[in-house]
């Protein structure tokens, strides 16, 4: 009687365990789907890419994936700037379906400025005015039909925007 | 206190163009002050306009955006005399809102 009672137990903390683990599993695969839920919050500010030091860390911090260079981005923005606090930058884009317009800039400490979310109807153009520390490359990358665009154009700072 | 916010939304008929000038120190966080003391960062991370109940432009800003920020948009309708609802919220939790008529 004893021994049956005892197996009896032990199948039960068995039970118990595996459903103590199925539990554990289950709260583990919740976190995954966190960064997803996140996404498509679409007016959630993207505090993490505004902590990343360098341009590709944001860009992956911000998109998830990488971008190609596309010759229909028209970036507008001086060669040379004279005061790096203000530097006028506009872009434009023929591509369709935009979601989004973002500005970076490589040698800057943080190095995303502004993502601009372009709803369906809106105009694919932005204009803007970014601070740049010194001679930089400035990226503007777009976002659409769910493939990532990029654009390149290095702008001669001659005085920095990020110095006392 | 006057807004900090001034918008001028002008409609051609078809598209409304869209021109905001916003008050706000725009502090990154990277600069010292006179003193050498590094200015704690203060700047606008969402800047939202809203058109017949939908947005219809958001801007993600941190802080390498120009103080006193600037923006220029543009989105397909929009009518003479009708709303433009636009609002911002910074990183120490401040908001300001203001309605603009489109032109």
Known sequence: MNITT????????????????????????????????????????????????????????????????????????????????????SATTTLPDVTTISFLVSENPISLVASYKIPAGTVPSVANRIKMAKTSNVTVIVEAGGKLYSAKKEIKVTVGGCGG | MASSIRVRATSNGDTTEVQALIQHP????????????????????????????????????????SKDPYVKFAF??????????VSWVDNKGATDTT?????
């Open chain 2, 26 to 65: 725009m502090d990154s966080g990277f600069v010292k002050d006179a003193k050498g003391e590094i200015i704690p960062p203060h700047f606008i991370q969402q800047l939202t306009f809203e058109y017949d109940g939908k947005p219809v432009f958001v801007a993600d800003w941190g802080g390498g955006v």
């Open chain 1, 6 to 89: 005892s197996e009896f137990s032990t199948t039960r903390r068995l039970v118990l365990k595996c459903a103590g683990v199925a539990a554990l599993i289950g709260l583990g695969v919740i976190p995954f789907d966190v960064p997803q839920a996140l996404a498509a919050a679409n007016d959630k500010y993207p505090e993490e890419a505004f902590k990343q030091k360098n341009e590709a860390d944001a860009i992956k911090a911000l998109y998830g994936k990488t971008a190609e260079p596309s010759d229909k981005i028209k970036m507008d923005a001086p060669e040379i700037a004279e005061n790096g606090a203000v530097v006028p930058i």
């Open chain 2, 76 to 85: 397909k309708g929009g009518k003479k005399g009708d709303d433009l609802k």
């Open chain 2, 99 to 103: 309605t603009a008529k489109i032109q």
